[in-house]
Structure formats: structure tokens, C-alpha cells
């Protein structure tokens, strides 16, 4: 697995390579974008990480002709700082940017949750298989209010439906348009899905686990009021 890094400072190099030390992902560190644009060939990476702190303007830019150049997706996630605006978020998610993290690379889920979209077949410390048939549940009913909705990692249309089951770890998805998620193929990093349980509203990252009548998907991090009921 080969994780092209785009930044102008050694320390975030050495905080990525830090966190990936563990797996098998090699990183391979451009400090020019327009470096790393010509090389994009050679490199031939399976995931890019940009920093946002060091070239504000020119992420955009680099993903704009990553996805006009490269053929396969290519995974996408930036590294940002404090002053990263929420304006610059949904920009990101527009361009299908897969992953958001602070770039000290200090917190612990938030590693797991990336290493979840560089290398999603690797478990992280800790985690255990899901069993998917066995774990408890609970069928939401119309009073629970429980309605996701999250976009196409591609396309970027909106894909809506019914959340049939609700486990420990995970939930049962039936599409509206089961014409939209044909080919999603798991494992599936899926960032900023928006749940809503009752009046709140959620932004949750989840993980697309199987893909036939219905989408089975694993929280990353569930939301309290759904931990609650088991």
C-alpha cells in the first residue's frame, strides 16, 4: 500500500510514517505538488495525502487533476490545522475528499479511522470481527425517527433509504434507489454520513462491510443515543 504525502514539513512526514508504522504502507514524501502532479505516473500511489496547511490553495487545485488524470480512484484525504474553515470542509466533501484529520496525528480513533481509508482490509489494535448475524438488534420504528443519508464516494449523488436493523457495531441499509449503490464495492471508507436520531443530527464515518439486498455497515464511532440501547 503506497501512501503519496504531499507536505512541506519533515514532522508531519515523520507523524504519518509514525502511525503507519505498524502496517503495510509505504509513504512516499513529495514536498512540490507540481512535483508530485508529473510523478503521479511513477509514484502510482493507492492513497494521496495532502496538507492543507502547507498548500491552502494548491489541494484543490492537485485534486482537481488527479481525478482528470488517473483513471482508478485514488483515495484522497488532507492533513489540516486549527484555522481550517468549515466553508474549506464542504468544499473537500464536494470534491470527494475522503478523509479530514489534524495533522499532529495525536488522537488515537482518529489514526484508526484513517488507516480505515488508506489500507481498509488492515485491523487496527484491538478490533474484533464483526459478526453480523449473531450481534443483538432492534428495528427502528417510524417513531424512532433513525434516517441516514450520505453521498456516493464518486459519483456524489445523494443516496437515501430505510434503515431496516440496528446492531452494536453496525446497521442494515435498503437503498431507495438500489440503482445508486450497485457499485459500491466493500470494504468502503464512507466520511460525513449524516444520521439523524430523532430532532439531533449526526455527521458519522462509516465503513460499507457487504453489498447485496441490503448495505451492512459498521460504525466507526456510534452515536451515544444508539449505545444507549444496548
Known amino acids: 500500500m503506497k501512501v503519496l504525502l504531499i507536505c512541506e514539513r519533515e514532522k508531519v512526514k515523520n507523524r504519518l510514517v509514525i ?34 496547511v502547507d498548500f491552502p490553495r494548491h489541494w484543490k487545485v492537485f485534486i482537481a487533476f488527479l481525478q482528470g488524470t488517473i483513471k482508478k480512484p485514488v483515495p484522497v484525504i488532507l492533513l489540516i ?8 470542509r464542504s468544499k473537500a466533501e464536494a470534491l470527494g475528499v475522503r478523509g ?5 496525528l495525536a488522537d488515537k480513533s482518529e489514526i484508526e479511522v484513517l488507516l480505515k481509508v488508506i489500507h481498509p482490509k488492515a485491523k487496527v489494535e484491538g478490533e474484533k470481527s464483526v459478526q453480523t448475524s449473531k450481534e443483538p438488534y432492534f428495528e427502528p420504528s417510524p417513531h424512532d425517527r433513525i434516517e441516514l443519508l450520505f453521498l456516493h464516494p464518486e459519483s456524489l449523488n445523494l443516496i437515501e433509504g430505510k434503515i431496516t436493523r440496528i446492531g452494536k457495531d453496525t446497521l442494515w441499509f435498503d437503498p431507495s434507489k438500489r440503482e445508486k449503490t450497485l457499485d459500491l464495492s466493500p470494504p468502503l471508507f464512507l466520511p460525513a454520513c449524516s444520521l439523524r436520531i430523532g430532532s439531533a443530527l449526526h455527521t458519522i464515518d462509516l465503513e460499507l462491510l457487504e453489498n447485496r439486498e441490503q448495505l451492512v455497515l459498521r460504525f466507526l464511532k456510534m452515536p451515544p443515543e444508539l449505545e444507549e440501547r444496548f
Open 19 to 52: 502511525a503507519l508504522s505498524e502496517y503495510d504502507a509505504e509513504v512516499i514524501w513529495y514536498r512540490d505538488p507540481i512535483k508530485a502532479m508529473d510523478n503521479l505516473d511513477e509514484t502510482d500511489p493507492d492513497t494521496i495525502a495532502l496538507s492543507a
Open 100 to 104: 479530514i484529520f489534524h495533522e499532529d
Open 81 to 88: 490545522g486549527e484555522s481550517f474553515e468549515e466553508e474549506e
